[in-house]
């Protein structure tokens, strides 16, 4: 197999860690190789992958002191591994002890090189998971090589008639492709999703030679018997997920609105909404949340776990909802953007529209503050209303002092201590959602800063998007 086997490199969840491995088991692989999303592992996860498999791990050019250099089979068949020399910066590397890096080409021929010095014929086959070019790269420049099996990008390759899907054909399968020694390689590539399977069949000569093969595309669908065992382990991996996102939850947000963020608090708005017993939208229309409560500025993507919450904040706090004078409520978020961005404190919101124009003198920074209604049918937010008193929920830490936030201890009242904490809440609002598709919605507004030599909202705004632009590559 092609590598990318693993769905969620970021897992120390014991019990899917298991399950994944089982699942890899029941498709028997001769062996598997590594690619991207195994090189994202620890040294210490892939261990334990590791120990539960029932099939060797081959990794020609990164050597691993649990994997093989390649798997010899049947005496003639020798299957190699590749993958590209930038990956030694990867965290299955980095974290990893006694490595012996190689360039994939050079590699490969000596290992080729190693098995011919036997004089025995035999059929080399190199495995990666990183595109059709790199594939090529090894058919032309690998001295010997038979078959390259490669996988992880859009290349269709198919024989007769058109793709299903309206996919378009890049190829036949497999390509045949001639080294610089002449030789015909057979690249055999998997279209980029697990809805086609590669059949390929070797003809071999007398002297163990490739004569001739007969390859076949197989499209995947509701025609093929489901797999009982595999759904039951399928089944147990889905009741372990929490939610699933469309996009990328940032958690950058000690100076700035963040979507997740959004999404936290969100989710303590909707939790008091699934309590109230009224006739109107609800009596708790604002979160809040301090930004250092989000420990973590990773982002999450797809599949979503609960280890991968507890990877993002601390999920150790109480819910409470607080009665706040509008006056009061006013002070906290004028501190939010000075005593917040400094400590840590920085708060996102739900249910307040808030603008701040950092041009002007620190006291009179909030140029607008805009509150969701509560006693209303229709959501809307009109002006904060000084003497009002408003409700919001928020960590029980904001109210302690714990956090250092003295302005909740000073100014509000507890009313209720919630019986959920912040993560349950948050776990309850994903799973409700099909899909998690929330953005930053302009909530709180930085416009402008002084002139000297400080960054205007524009170029704030750009500077957000550019890193959150880095860390999506990072973790794609």
């Given at each position: 197999?092609?590598?990318?086997?693993?769905?969620?490199?970021?897992?120390?969840?014991?019990?899917?860690?298991?399950?994944?491995?089982?699942?890899?088991?029941?498709?028997?692989?001769?062996?598997?190789?590594?690619?991207?999303?195994?090189?994202?592992?620890?040294?210490?996860?892939?261990?334990i992958y590791k120990e539960k498999f029932n099939f060797p791990v081959v990794s020609t050019n990164f050597r691993?002191?649990?994997?093989?250099?390649?798997?010899?089979?049947?005496?003639?068949?020798?299957?190699?591994?590749?993958?590209?020399?930038?990956?030694?910066?990867?965290?299955?590397?980095?974290?990893?002890?006694?490595?012996?890096?190689?360039?994939?080409?050079?590699?490969?021929?000596?290992?080729?090189?190693?098995?011919?010095?036997?004089?025995?014929?035999?059929?080399?086959?190199?495995?990666?998971?990183?595109?059709?070019?790199?594939?090529?790269?090894?058919?032309?420049?690998?001295?010997?090589?038979?078959?390259?099996?490669?996988?992880?990008?859009?290349?269709?390759?198919?024989?007769?008639?058109?793709?299903?899907?309206?996919?378009?054909?890049?190829?036949?399968?497999?390509?045949?492709?001639?080294?610089?020694?002449?030789?015909?390689?057979?690249?055999?590539?998997?279209?980029?999703?697990?809805?086609?399977?590669?059949?390929?069949?070797?003809?071999?000569?007398?002297?163990?030679?490739?004569?001739?093969?007969?390859?076949?595309?197989?499209?995947?669908?509701?025609?093929?018997?489901?797999?009982?065992?595999?759904?039951?382990?399928?089944?147990?991996?889905?009741?372990?997920?929490?939610?699933?996102?469309?996009?990328?939850?940032?958690?950058?947000?000690?100076?700035?609105?963040?979507?997740?963020?959004?999404?936290?608090?969100?989710?303590?708005?909707?939790?008091?909404?699934?309590?109230?017993?009224?006739?109107?939208?609800?009596?708790?229309?604002?979160?809040?949340?301090?930004?250092?409560?989000?420990?973590?500025?990773?982002?999450?993507?797809n599949n979503i776990f609960n280890e991968d919450l507890l990877d993002v904040f601390d999920p150790h706090h109480?819910?409470?909802?607080?009665?706040?004078?509008?006056?009061?409520?006013?002070?906290?978020?004028?501190?939010?953007?000075?005593?917040?961005?400094?400590?840590?404190?920085?708060?996102?919101?739900?249910?307040?529209?808030?603008?701040?124009?950092?041009?002007?003198?620190?006291?009179?920074?909030?140029?607008?503050?805009?509150?969701?209604?509560?006693?209303?049918?229709?959501?809307?937010?009109?002006?904060?209303?000084?003497?009002?008193?408003?409700?919001?929920?928020?960590?029980?830490?904001?109210?302690?002092?714990?956090?250092?936030?003295?302005?909740?201890?000073?100014?509000?009242?507890?009313?209720?201590?919630?019986?959920?904490?912040?993560?349950?809440?948050?776990?309850?609002?994903?799973?409700?959602?099909?899909?998690?598709?929330?953005?930053?919605?302009?909530?709180?507004?930085?416009?402008?800063?002084?002139?000297?030599?400080?960054?205007?909202?524009?170029?704030?705004?750009?500077?957000?998007?550019?890193?959150?632009?880095?860390?999506?590559?990072?973790?794609?």
């Amino acid at each position: 197999m092609a590598g990318n086997i693993i769905h969620q490199p970021y897992s120390t969840h014991l019990e899917r860690i298991e399950i994944e491995s089982e699942l890899l088991s029941i498709l028997k692989p001769t062996a598997i190789c590594l690619a991207y999303n195994e090189f994202r592992l620890t040294a210490e996860n892939f261990d334990i992958y590791k120990e539960k498999f029932n099939f060797p791990v081959v990794s020609t050019n990164f050597r691993l002191h649990n994997s093989s250099v390649d798997v010899v089979l049947s005496n003639d068949i020798v299957v190699m591994s590749y993958a590209h020399n930038d990956f030694k910066y990867q965290p299955l590397i980095q974290t990893s002890d006694n490595i012996q890096v190689e360039d994939m080409i050079y590699s490969l021929n000596k290992r080729i090189e190693f098995h011919k010095k036997n004089n025995q014929p035999m059929i080399f086959i190199a495995v990666g998971c990183f595109g059709i070019d790199t594939a090529k790269d090894i058919a032309k420049n690998v001295n010997g090589i038979d078959i390259v099996i490669s996988g992880c990008s859009k290349i269709m390759q198919w024989n007769e008639g058109d793709p299903p899907e309206n996919i378009k054909k890049d190829s036949e399968y497999p390509l045949v492709y001639k080294s610089k020694q002449g030789k015909r390689v057979l690249i055999a590539h998997t279209y980029g999703t697990t809805r086609f399977l590669g059949k390929l069949t070797l003809i071999l000569n007398t002297n163990n030679e490739l004569e001739d093969f007969i390859g076949d595309m197989i499209y995947i669908n509701n025609l093929f018997p489901e797999n009982n065992e595999y759904i039951t382990l399928i089944e147990k991996l889905n009741e372990l997920q929490i939610g699933h996102s469309r996009v990328y939850l940032n958690g950058e947000c000690h100076r700035w609105e963040c979507n997740l963020g959004n999404l936290i608090t969100d989710a303590f708005v909707n939790y008091k909404i699934n309590m109230y017993v009224g006739t109107s939208f609800t009596d708790v229309p604002i979160g809040l949340m301090a930004a250092k409560n989000i420990k973590s500025h990773v982002i999450l993507r797809n599949n979503i776990f609960n280890e991968d919450l507890l990877d993002v904040f601390d999920p150790h706090h109480r819910l409470v909802t607080i009665q706040i004078e509008g006056n009061k409520l006013k002070k906290v978020i004028e501190e939010s953007l000075e005593t917040g961005m400094k400590l840590g404190l920085f708060l996102q919101v739900s249910g307040l529209h808030i603008r701040y124009d950092r041009r002007n003198p620190k006291s009179r920074r909030l140029v607008a503050l805009l509150i969701r209604c509560d006693s209303c049918n229709m959501p809307a937010y009109t002006d904060l209303n000084m003497k009002k008193v408003y409700q919001v929920i928020t960590t029980i830490d904001m109210t302690d002092g714990t956090l250092g936030h003295y302005s909740f201890g000073n100014y509000s009242k507890i009313v209720q201590v919630e019986n959920v904490t912040d993560f349950l809440a948050i776990r309850a609002y994903m799973k409700q959602m099909k899909h998690i598709n929330i953005g930053r919605m302009e909530r709180i507004r930085i416009i402008k800063i002084t002139s000297a030599g400080y960054l205007t909202k524009s170029k704030m705004n750009r500077i957000a998007l550019f890193a959150m632009a880095i860390i999506a590559l990072k973790y794609k």
